[in-house]
């Protein structure tokens, strides 16, 4: 009994350490638009190098916002419409952005 006990308790304690480690890799993007800018339009995030989709979200309120994970840092192109972009290095941690004046 008691060896397993001791089994568990390393088996939640390696879990926990790779939860603890997972973030930080992690990225968050929090933008802001005009108010110009209708709520549920989309902002699409693309890889710069081959032009494909990564990632999108919706505009609420003036704001959108991007959560993932990364493991490098690389070069991405925030759009929004087709005369609004940013392009960005997208790396961990939290990145603010306004796109509210091209």
């Known amino acids: 009994m008691m060896k397993k006990t001791g089994f568990m308790v390393m088996i939640v304690s ?3 350490l790779v939860a603890c480690d997972s973030d930080k890799n992690n990225f968050v993007i ?5 108010n110009e800018i209708a709520n549920g339009e989309i902002v699409f995030m693309t890889d710069y190098n081959t032009g494909l989709i990564i990632d999108s979200a919706a505009v609420s309120r003036g704001k959108f916002i991007f959560k993932g994970i990364t493991d490098d840092a690389k070069a991405i192109t925030l759009s929004l419409r087709y005369d609004l972009q940013a392009d960005v290095i997208l790396d961990k941690g939290t990145l603010t952005i306004d796109m509210s004046d091209p």
């Open 14 to 16: 390696m879990t926990l």
């Open 30 to 34: 929090n933008g802001t638009v005009s």
